[in-house]
């Protein structure tokens, strides 16, 4: 235990209002990670500060040091190789950062899941309020920013001549006004709050009990659908209907739920490669039913899959994908079926196959561990958490297939902000309900 080196009136003051701070800052940085993802990792970092201080206040700064659990193995064992292949990277500095950034997140996640697994009952319940507080305040935003095309953002940058002065590159610009911003700028907003839904959902069961949790619950529904499906996110639409099967499947029945998603997380990574063949030997990049960026992704993994087999053990090294996509000169030979050239792109679009072409067999082994060890804790967590973490965990697995690259940091962040989230939803407490 340490010792006070503060006066007593002053540990006292932190000791009554600590709940509120950390209910407050929780409400804050959620909120925040809805209405500006690129940011989550900034938001993770000041969690994980809160969380030493809270270790350091109430004398348990030493389950800092405690072995992690395996949770926590396995994805030091996955930093831990993406370190070694930064040597035959294509940009060994620029790897480096970004497996530097990689490293500190699961420190700070253990760092994070140390704290939470200590906290006291009145703080968990000013956690969870904050946090499902932040989801509805997010959800709100982005729901009105939908459906009205944007009118936030639009009305303050112009109100701070953004138009004169800043990035044009995606705006349609008259008289010196913003006039439309593209609907798909806020993909990464819909993505958060897909993978915070199944959390919020919990939060409202656990929290209210009869009619007045209905009261919460819909508005929830309700702005996570208009916010979803009035996006052009395409795959955050999926991944809800995809975790909303492996709801139901995982609450009538458990031990099928949990094989299904162990066998889809098995199957994302072991097939991942003649899948990716067989949908361009399919010639589905031709199918007119298909979305444009999903024909594009199909020539992009086909592609990637067969330049895997040049080092299929070791891979091209960490952060290759993206670096040889900025210096590679882009090639004008299109064939005429071809919405796009064969070639890599700056992003893998799936973070399986970016893991064999990138990290090689072993990079992709020990992803595949680390997800089973998730599926595992999830697992061992209480009956009624367990199809809510799943359903989360499905979420993840559907964005983790077809969204973005496995390098950009707030990607990273958001996934890990999403575990955090979880360990708060499912943190068990004795007084578990309010009216």
């Known amino acids: 235990m340490r010792t006070a080196t503060l006066s007593p009136s002053i540990e006292k003051l932190l000791a009554k209002h600590a709940d509120f701070v950390a209910g407050t800052v929780m409400t804050i940085l959620t909120a925040c990670a809805i209405i500006f993802p690129r940011a989550i990792p900034f938001f993770y970092f000041a969690l994980t500060i ?32 993406c370190f070694f292949t930064i040597f035959w990277s294509q940009d060994p500095m620029q790897a480096l950062s970004k497996v530097s950034f990689l490293a500190s997140i699961i420190i700070a996640l253990l760092v994070v899941s140390s704290w939470l697994a200590s906290i006291s009952p009145s703080m968990s319940m000013r956690l969870k309020t904050g946090l499902l507080t932040g989801i509805l305040i997010g959800a709100l935003y982005l729901s009105v920013e939908i459906y009205f095309d944007q009118a936030i953002k639009i009305g303050v940058l112009n109100l701070v001549d953004h138009a004169a002065t800043g990035s044009q590159k995606h705006f349609k610009v008259l008289n010196n006004k913003i006039e439309r911003i593209p609907l798909y700028l806020l993909n990464r907003n819909v993505a958060t709050l897909a993978i915070l839904f199944w959390p919020s959902i919990l939060l409202a069961m656990g929290l209210w009990k009869g009619k007045s949790r209905w009261f919460v619950l819909a508005p929830i529904v309700t702005m996570t659908g208009i916010a979803t499906y009035g996006s052009e996110h395409d795959t955050s639409q999926i991944a809800l209907m995809v975790s909303a099967l492996l709801f139901g499947l995982t609450y009538f029945l458990p031990r099928i739920g949990l094989i299904s998603v162990k066998l889809i997380w098995v199957g994302a990574i072991l097939l991942v490669i003649p899948l990716a063949v067989a949908a361009y030997d399919a010639q589905l ?32 090294g960490a952060l290759s994908t993206q670096v040889a996509s900025d210096t590679i000169e882009i090639s004008e030979d299109k064939p005429a079926d071809h919405v796009l050239p064969p070639q890599t792109a700056r992003h893998g679009h ?19 561990a680390t997800g089973l060890a998730i599926i595992a804790h999830i697992n061992r967590m209480a009956d009624r958490v367990k199809p809510y973490a799943i359903a989360t965990f499905g979420v993840a697995l559907v964005l983790a297939a077809f969204t973005w690259g496995m390098w950009q940091v707030w990607y990273i962040a958001m996934f890990v902000f999403a575990m955090s989230a979880m360990q708060i939803v499912a943190h068990e407490t004795s007084k578990e309900t309010v009216q």
Do not use: C
């Not at 298909?290 to 895997?308: F, K, N, V």
């Not at 799936?350 to 595949?368: C, D, K, V």
């Open 50 to 81: 809160m969380a030493v201080v809270e270790l350091w206040r109430t004398g348990n700064i030493s389950n800092i040091l405690k072995p992690p659990t395996f949770i926590g193995i396995f994805p030091g064992l996955l930093a831990s190789w």
């Open 285 to 316: 990049y031709k199918a007119d039913w298909l979305p444009y960026s999903a024909r594009a992704r199909i020539i992009i993994w086909s592609y990637t899959a067969h330049d895997y087999l040049k080092h299929p053990i070791i891979g091209v």
């Open 350 to 368: 799936n973070i399986f196959l970016q893991s064999w072409y990138e990290l090689g067999a072993i990079g992709a082994l020990l992803l595949l």
